[in-house]
């Protein structure tokens, strides 16, 4: 059975910086990509960053870009997500994501609040 269980979320002071793990069960981990998304209150869920299994490459949406950092540790089935100069708008419900033959499995997300 795929599971995805994420931790990690808080109460974080603006400009700060906080991290998040999701870790992944009943798969290759390092055979697929992953990734985390977000959804603020009243809002669409949005990608935040991805990372692939081949050669660790990552993306980043614009929202995130420069602060945020996507990595994984094959060994652990474990993917990070370290977020500095946190804003207010950053605040969300963070879940992680793959994708295996069509199929979405997600975490069940972990709440990040920034205070301003």
């Known amino acids: 059975e795929v599971q995805l269980q994420a931790s990690g979320g808080g109460l974080v002071q603006a400009g700060g910086s906080h991290s998040l793990s999701c870790t992944f069960s009943?798969?290759?981990?390092?055979?697929?990509?992953i990734g985390w998304f977000r959804q603020a209150p009243g809002k669409v869920r949005e990608g935040v960053a991805c990372i692939s299994s081949s050669d660790g490459s990552t993306f980043y949406w614009d929202s995130v870009k420069g602060r945020f950092t996507i990595s994984r540790d094959n060994a652990k089935n474990t993917m990070y997500l370290q977020m500095s100069s946190l804003k207010p708008e950053d605040t969300a419900v963070y879940y992680c994501k793959f994708s295996q033959r069509g199929v979405d499995y997600w975490g069940q997300g972990t709440l990040v609040t920034v205070s301003s």
């Open positions: 009943g798969f290759t981990f390092d055979e697929y990509g």
